[in-house]
């Protein structure tokens, strides 16, 4: 009862769009940065509502863990204006006495692991915030023209930063498409590295759009026969050797040892050591565990048959 209550109270929370474009509705895909300045597609339900307002909690409490690390941070939610847009800063840093821009962003577990593997990659918007924050007039005037993006994973709360510096060339492309947009242009689809994590995606291709920016290809045809056919014979071999096992096991009986044809079976009691986790934590307690705990990395390569 109380959760539908919350939700249905975010949900009264839906806002007209305010006809005004910001750097967060930006995308490198013009045709996507027009939907949202038009507020095309559904709206945010309730639960997306309450993750945003989340975000807002998120980045205050990050913004504390960087004030206890001893850094200063100034600005917060300053009023940036870059060109026709209007933006506001989470803050800006100030590290070894340099002033950086500082944007911060709580992350699921799939967005917090792509997004430390492969950086604005993943993330383009991201990329596009920080670059327009960057040109803005009030930055500009002040010379901030670097800056940090703070992530956290939001259930471990394990933190990652990553350093940027303005790209006055990808910002000119930005302002041009926007200037474009006001100028009365419609965009049309084009395939571009957001449209498989894109709200559109559907409506611009009929389709899902699968990632394949992170994917590297080759071809060992003669290795992948070799391949198949092997694992073949070695689930066929491993199913005759079962059967046989089982056929063996079942002469063995309570004997310690038989002779069938030429092979001689044996039963045997190897012995096998061990600390039970269970017991130890009984004994000495979790604590004790996680001091002893050890976990190493261990290299190893599996391969699957895919469809093509
Ligand atoms: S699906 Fe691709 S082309 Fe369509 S709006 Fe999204 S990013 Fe743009």
Request: hydrophobic content about 35%; some cysteine.
């Amino acid at each position: 009862m109380l959760s539908e209550a919350v939700i249905a109270g975010a949900d009264k929370l839906r806002r007209e769009p305010s006809g005004r474009l910001s750097p967060y509705m930006i995308s490198s895909c013009a045709l996507r940065t027009y939907k949202n300045w038009k507020g095309k597609g559904d709206p945010p339900t309730g639960v997306q509502r309450l993750r945003m307002n989340d975000g807002h909690y998120q980045e205050q409490e990050m913004m504390d863990d960087l004030v206890r690390a001893g850094f200063e941070i100034t600005d917060r939610q300053l009023p940036l204006h870059i060109g026709p847009m209007r933006g506001r800063l989470d803050g800006l840093i100030t590290v070894d006495s340099k002033v950086y821009l500082l944007e911060c962003k709580a992350m699921s577990l799939t967005g917090y692991t792509k997004f430390k593997q492969r950086g604005f990659g993943v993330q383009p918007g991201f990329r596009v915030q920080t670059q327009l924050y960057l040109a803005s007039d009030e930055l500009r005037k002040i010379g901030v023209d670097s800056g940090f993006l703070y992530c956290k994973h939001k259930d471990t709360c394990s933190p990652f930063d990553l350093f940027f510096e303005r790209d006055p060339e990808f910002t000119s492309g930005i302002e041009k498409q926007v200037q474009s947009l006001l100028d009365g242009k419609v965009p049309v689809p084009s395939r571009c590295p957001v449209c498989p994590v894109c709200p559109h995606r559907l409506e611009c291709w009929g389709a899902e759009v699968v990632d394949f920016s992170g994917v590297h290809t080759a071809s060992l045809p003669e290795m992948v026969a070799q391949w198949k056919t092997g694992t073949a014979h070695k689930q066929m071999g491993k199913e005759l050797v079962d059967e046989s096992r089982a056929a063996f096991k079942a002469e063995l009986g309570d004997k310690d040892v038989i002779f069938i044809d030429d092979l001689k079976v044996l039963k045997i009691f190897p012995v096998r050591g061990g600390i039970s986790e269970t017991k130890f934590v009984e004994k000495y307690g979790a604590a004790a565990l996680a001091g002893v705990w050890e976990e190493k990395r261990i290299e190893q390569m599996r391969v699957q048959e895919v469809e093509l």
